[in-house]
């Protein structure tokens, strides 16, 4: 199994501490956000390599990270060739490139680079597993309408099995939201590249092509109640990085 961490976007939201820093290389608690992210996946043996995706304006922040891990041999960078937020190729490019430049024939478990879960990926593995026949994503509730309109909103029948997918939609149906946690079995790959060769296909956040998925194939939601952060402004990146002191999470 590979892992694929996505961690090319700019995050202006978050400015004027993301002008020299990428979001995920952020202290949270003293430690860069992605560092957190894979003390989540050390228990996972299967994890034979992780690829991480960045801008070129930020590649150097991660060659100098990658130099502090003691994993570094087991670490590939891939550099998308983006300077700026307005030049950016969005998340479903960066892993159809990542795919393509590092020849990922695999199952792949791909996580957004600010993704901060309390969620043990092994249960979240062995479901996926036991839905091979399609696509796994992690979910969870954030309680209100209104919060979830900035997210994937998602509805699933007693199956798991995704039934309607919007992208941040003014009406959310639920409140049950993509976290971007994904797992994609080895044979689902190549379903990537169709979608970001077909004509109009929006290509920024991974929940347009899990959408498409959900309608053309199969895709398998996983809810779960362990704490979820969202860190997309500097108040939720406080708040986070706050608890996590107190907390010592993860350490």
Do not use: C
Request: net charge neutral.
């Amino acid at each position: 199994m590979k892992l694929l961490i996505l961690a090319a976007g700019y995050a202006v939201r978050l400015q004027p501490l993301t002008l020299n820093t990428p979001k995920p290389l952020l202290p949270i608690g003293g430690r860069p956000m992605v560092d957190r992210i894979l003390a989540k996946t050390e228990s996972i043996k299967s994890i034979d390599a992780i690829h991480v995706v960045s801008n070129r304006k930020f590649f150097r922040n991660f060659v100098e990270w990658k130099k502090l891990r003691k994993d570094a041999s087991k670490i590939f960078l891939i550099d998308d060739g983006t300077m700026t937020n307005d030049t950016r190729l969005g998340a479903i490019r960066d892993m159809e490139l990542s795919i393509r430049e590092s020849s990922i024939d695999d199952d792949l478990l791909v996580i957004a680079g600010d993704n901060l879960f309390d969620l043990d990926l092994s249960v979240f593995l062995k479901f996926a597993e036991n839905h091979s026949d399609g696509v796994s994503i992690a979910l969870y509730d954030v309680g209100n309408i209104e919060a979830a309109k900035r997210f994937g909103v998602i509805r699933i029948d007693g199956k798991g099995l995704v039934t309607d997918f919007e992208e941040k939609p003014q009406n959310p149906k639920s409140t049950l939201i993509s976290t971007g946690i994904y797992f994609f079995p080895r044979r689902k790959l190549a379903a990537l590249r169709e979608y970001v060769n077909l004509e109009g296909a929006k290509l920024d956040a991974p929940g347009y092509y899990i959408k498409w998925l959900s309608v053309n194939d199969k895709v398998y939601g996983f809810p779960f109640s362990e704490k979820w952060y969202d860190i997309g402004d500097l108040e939720s990146y406080k708040r986070a990085d706050e608890e996590y002191a107190k907390n010592r999470k993860g350490e």
